[in-house]
């Protein structure tokens, strides 16, 4: 369990990250930073719902830009909780609320496909 907190933290950390080169305008960084926690969401899937449940944890972490990153990843498999981060990120303005209102859009249209199986 150790090993999965240590996947769930990096991709809370480049969750966050992503977000902060996003508001400076860096590309690079932000492209990085999306790579590593990409990265950290398949080493907790190779757990299989084991490693899913793990990142779900963040769906209370205190960044939004945070907990809405964990239910993008999570529709399938939380689909009930991960809908709630979710819509409960878009009521706002600005990035994060646009994010969750796309993934939102992405689920309806049926092409959502970052843990399709």
């Known amino acids: 369990m150790e090993k999965l907190q240590k996947f ?3 991709f809370a950390l480049h969750s966050a990250a ?3 080169a996003i508001m400076r ?3 690079k ?3 990085k930073h999306a790579n590593q926690s990409f990265a950290a969401f398949k080493r907790l ?3 299989g719902n084991v490693g899913r449940d793990a990142l779900a944890t963040l ?3 205190p960044r939004m830009d945070v907990r809405t990153a964990a239910a993008v990843f999570l529709l399938r498999y ?3 909780e991960a809908r709630a981060v979710l819509e409960e990120a878009a009521k706002g303005k600005g990035l994060i609320p646009f994010e969750a209102q796309e993934a939102l859009k992405r689920w309806e249209e ?3 496909a970052l843990d399709p199986e």
């Open 8 to 10: 769930v933290d990096e």
């Open 18 to 20: 992503q977000t902060e």
């Open 25 to 27: 305008g860096d590309a």
């Open 29 to 31: 960084a932000s492209n």
């Open 45 to 47: 899937k190779a757990h």
């Open 59 to 61: 769906f209370t972490h």
């Open 78 to 80: 939380r689909h009930a």
């Open 110 to 112: 049926g092409v959502w």
